[in-house]
């Protein structure tokens, strides 16, 4: 049994920064997809970013590029989120994901992912 807690939420000001956590059990975060999602306001859960088990480049929605970074932590088992230069847009519940068949071309879309924490609040201001 997957079991996956995020961490690290909060509430900060545009620009601050963030680094979620997701702590892992059940399975190694080398030998599966990881993958975060948010969900925000009023919207459907979107794709953030994510890393193939078997690749080393990750992946990440437009809306984070260049501000988000995902990263694994290989033995602690845990999933991170740094996220720089937030922006009020980026408020939302972030979730961590988890896929051991998830194929590139459907990596977006969160209903191929079969494990996922409860999520964490994230709550940027202007």
């Known amino acids: 049994q997957v079991q996956l807690v995020e961490s690290g939420g909060g509430l900060v000001q545009a620009g601050d920064s963030l680094r979620l956590s997701c702590t892992v059990s059940?399975?190694?975060?080398?030998?599966?997809?990881m993958a975060w999602f948010r969900q925000r306001p009023g919207k459907e859960r979107e794709f953030v970013a994510n890393?193939?088990?078997?690749?080393?480049?990750?992946y990440y929605a437009d809306s984070v590029k260049g501000r988000f970074t995902i990263s694994r932590d290989n033995a602690k088992n845990i999933l991170w989120l740094q996220m720089n230069s937030l922006k009020p847009e980026d408020t939302g519940v972030y979730y961590c994901?988890?896929?051991?068949?998830?194929?590139?071309?459907?990596?977006?879309?969160?209903?191929?992912?079969?494990?996922w924490g409860q999520g964490t609040q994230v709550t940027v201001s202007s």
């Open positions: 994901a988890t896929s051991t068949t998830i194929i590139y071309s459907s990596m977006y879309d969160p209903s191929r992912y079969s494990g």
């Open positions: 059940g399975r190694t975060v080398g030998s599966a997809t």
């Open positions: 890393l193939f088990r078997t690749g080393y480049n990750p």
